[in-house]
């Protein structure tokens, strides 16, 4: 399993970034993805998970009506939309197989939302 996130950097409050993960070594279209984010000192919070289908999915209530998750299958690729960014939302983000969120993980993207 190999993962590798992009598209974090530092945004203001209200602001929006896409995240992407490249997949590779399973089969992506078969497999729940998911999105997990870390904090030093806070430990590891899920975000959501989207089913193989990228039809069905599923939000942490913190994040729930400002993030989407989609996915592209034939891309081997998953994504994260994030809108209405808050200081909170600022972590390592990190996408993962299967719908718990557990590693393996890539190594990551910051991202940052301060003023």
């Known amino acids: 399993v190999q993962l590798v996130e992009s598209g974090g950097g530092m945004v203001q409050p209200g602001g929006s970034l896409t995240l992407s993960c490249a997949a590779s070594?399973?089969?992506?279209?078969?497999?729940?993805m998911s999105w997990v984010r870390q904090v030093p000192g806070k430990g590891t919070e899920w975000v959501g998970a989207i089913h193989a289908d990228n039809e069905t999915t599923y939000y942490a209530d913190s994040v729930k009506g400002r993030f989407t998750i989609f996915r592209d299958n034939a891309k081997n690729t998953l994504y994260l939309l994030m809108n209405s960014l808050k200081p909170e939302d600022t972590a390592v983000y990190y996408c993962?197989?299967?719908?718990?969120?557990?590693?393996?993980w890539g190594q990551g993207t910051q991202v940052t939302v301060s003023s």
């Open positions: 993962a197989q299967g719908y718990s969120g557990g590693r393996p």
């Open positions: 070594g399973f089969s992506f279209s078969l497999h729940v």
